[in-house]
């Protein structure tokens, strides 16, 4: 497709900002092989977390896809749950088999009982993997920590997927999403209460260091809120005041630029902090005008269901990688950061053929069920 062409958007369709969203996945890998390139791992997760506050908004605002709020939690949990299972137990096995982390087991030996009952619940249901990275042990208990590097058993190497800690945040934004996103001024009131939680620490010099940064979810619940506000107040101004034409050929303009700012994010010469206000203040904006020409493509979905999967796995596959080219004497970082983009989509792709796949027909016909009782 080309990106001058512009199509009329439908409420019919699923919800996606596929490319987006797999270039974001994309960049966090490259992250975590030690290149920071595109926008950067930490930019890539936050922006994560507001095209998820976009599209629940969406989901539970427009098109009131979810009879009931337990049918959302369900029909959400089985969106996460089944890929990671299957990724963290090839986790498990890659540990088991190899001997490459010895230091996985020994945490769950060294850990007192509360340590060991986070990370099996954790671990087991994704649940809390954000709060191992505030908790710690000292004197042989389980303990909140300002740095969860400041332990005496680092209790983050015994998780199974290490970056799965963001499906923590998510979940806690799911459980609060249905009470709070159709109360716009309850919805503007969170926001600035977490903006000035975030400016509070990082006056008293914790809000500029990990985990605090991007793992705290009072602080980065600005962010979901944020990406509902752009579905709730800017898509429905778009629509009004832009005729179907235009709107279509701003859209398909807007997506191609926020594309193109995301592959040159890091090349621009100027300050962090200044290219992510301005990068951020963007993507707010024109973000509903993506969601337009991305909600009408079915290669964009296919790609955007590549993400989570892509996200996912890479961990496991970048560790794969690493012990392969050990082997057969590759010390070539870039051949491995590459390597692992190539085979992190591989595995996404199977993964959704085999799990993915076969989940979202039930989940689909779940949602049919719960909408007709």
């Known amino acids: 497709y080309s990106c001058s062409k512009g199509r009329a958007f439908s409420v019919n369709k699923a919800p996606s900002m596929g490319t987006l969203r797999t270039l974001f996945a994309i960049t966090v890998v490259l992250g975590h092989t030690g290149n920071y390139v595109f926008i950067g791992g930490r930019n890539a997760v936050q922006l994560f977390y507001v095209i998820s506050g976009f599209l629940i908004s969406y989901v539970l605002v427009e098109r009131r896809a979810y009879a009931t709020t337990s049918s959302f939690y369900i029909n959400r949990y089985l969106r996460l749950y089944p890929i990671y299972l299957v990724v963290a137990l090839l986790s498990f096995v890659f540990i088991a088999a190899t001997g490459k982390d010895v230091r996985f087991f020994e945490i769950?030996?060294?850990?007192?009982?509360?340590?060991?009952?986070?990370?099996?619940?954790?671990?087991?249901?994704?649940?809390?993997?954000?709060?191992?990275?505030?908790?710690?042990?000292?004197?042989?208990?389980?303990?909140?920590?300002?740095?969860?590097?400041?332990?005496?058993?680092?209790?983050?190497?015994?998780?199974?997927?290490?970056?799965?800690?963001?499906?923590?945040?998510?979940?806690?934004?799911?459980?609060?999403?249905?009470?709070?996103?159709?109360?716009?001024?309850?919805?503007?009131?969170?926001?600035?209460?977490?903006?000035?939680?975030?400016?509070?620490?990082?006056?008293?010099?914790?809000?500029?260091k990990d985990p605090w940064t991007y793992r705290f979810f009072p602080t980065e619940l600005a962010l979901f809120l944020l990406g509902a506000l752009a579905h709730q107040m800017l898509l429905p101004r778009y629509k009004k005041y832009l005729s179907e034409r235009r709107l279509g050929v701003i859209a398909s303009s807007t997506t191609c630029f926020l594309i193109l700012v995301t592959l040159t994010y890091w090349l621009v010469p100027m300050s962090n902090i200044i290219k992510t206000v301005f990068f951020f203040s963007l993507f707010f904006l024109f973000m509903p005008l993506a969601f337009q020409f991305q909600s009408e493509h079915n290669w964009d979905k296919w790609v955007g269901d590549l993400s989570y999967p892509i996200y996912i796995c890479h961990i496991l596959v970048i560790e794969v990688l690493k012990l392969v080219s050990e082997k057969i004497g590759i010390t070539d970082n870039t051949i491995v950061a590459i390597s692992a983009v190539i085979a992190s989509v591989a595995v996404a792709i199977v993964l959704n053929y085999v799990i993915g796949k076969p989940v979202e027909l039930f989940r689909n016909q779940f949602r049919k069920d719960s909408v007709a009782h």
């Open 108 to 208: 769950y030996d060294e850990a007192p009982v509360l340590a060991k009952v986070l990370l099996i619940f954790s671990n087991a249901t994704m649940f809390l993997q954000d709060w191992v990275m505030f908790s710690g042990v000292q004197n042989n208990e389980l303990v909140f920590v300002i740095n969860y590097r400041e332990s005496d058993i680092g209790l983050w190497k015994a998780l199974l997927v290490p970056q799965a800690w963001t499906l923590g945040v998510e979940l806690t934004f799911y459980l609060v999403a249905p009470f709070i996103l159709g109360r716009s001024k309850i919805v503007f009131l969170l926001v600035l209460i977490s903006i000035v939680t975030r400016i509070y620490l990082i006056q008293i010099g914790l809000g500029t």
